[in-house]
């Protein structure tokens, strides 16, 4: 069964500190796997996917197979990056999510 | 371009009622997801549609919940009769291709009472 672990369900962290937000997952075959973010009043929307190998707002993931984790990070925080963050993981099949992380930037 | 609309936005009722869902996605998408997402947790998936046809209902509590997408565009959800479980927020969500980058809509919160 597919399943995805976001063991955080909140992370404060300093405006310049660096973030990590992480994901481990649990699947049997090739997976894709994905990031989401929902800022405060907005919908749900893709930040990132690991296909693409692409940095978003500064965002890097990196897929580690061997320890099937897809960890979410950054550099220096930005005050606009709060928002709730969510790893999710697809197998030819509907995309299955975490149960998110808050990430709150401290000015 | 259009993204994907959802209505209502709120809806508050009693347990044993009966509450619709409508969905609107991009034009063109022909997936349609319906997801459930209780307060704390990531969105559950209940139905995903792909034209008019489903493809996967398997977590679909099928003795209260129905969906159907008649036309291969608009959607609806129904919940009858609701139980307080029940209370969350409904997602709908559209791709063209069958992929896992998906469009969402705002989202319909369900308060159950």
């Known amino acids: 069964a597919q399943r995805v672990t976001q063991p955080e369900k909140l992370l404060s962290v300093f405006k310049g500190a660096p973030v990590e937000l992480k994901c481990n997952y649990s699947?049997?075959?090739?997976?894709?796997l994905f990031w989401y973010v929902q800022y405060s009043r907005q919908r749900l929307q893709l930040l990132l996917r690991h296909i693409s190998r692409e940095s978003i707002k500064g965002f890097t993931a990196d897929l580690n197979k061997g320890e099937t984790s897809f960890h979410l990070k950054k550099p220096f925080a930005q005050e606009e990056d709060s928002a709730m963050y969510y790893c999710?993981?697809?197998?030819?099949?509907?995309?299955?999510f975490g149960k998110g992380t808050r990430l709150s930037v401290i000015a | 371009e259009a993204g994907v609309a959802q209505s209502p936005r709120y809806k508050i009722i009693e347990k044993r009622q009966s509450v619709a869902f409508w969905c609107n996605p991009i034009s063109g998408h022909a997936t349609l997801y319906w997801y459930q997402q209780i307060l704390g947790q990531g969105p559950k998936l209940l139905i995903q549609?792909?034209?008019?046809?489903?493809?996967?209902d398997s977590q679909l509590p099928k003795d209260r919940f129905s969906a159907e997408r008649l036309k291969g565009v608009d959607s609806t959800l129904k919940i009858q009769p609701a139980k307080l479980e029940d209370s969350a927020v409904y997602l709908c969500?559209?791709?063209?291709?069958?992929?896992?980058?998906?469009?969402f809509g705002e989202g319909s919160r369900l308060t159950v009472l």
């Open positions: 969500a559209s791709n063209l291709l069958n992929t896992g980058e998906l469009f």
């Open positions: 999710a993981l697809t197998g030819n099949t509907p995309l299955v």
């Open positions: 699947y049997s075959g090739s997976p894709e």
């Open positions: 549609f792909q034209n008019n046809g489903v493809v996967d």
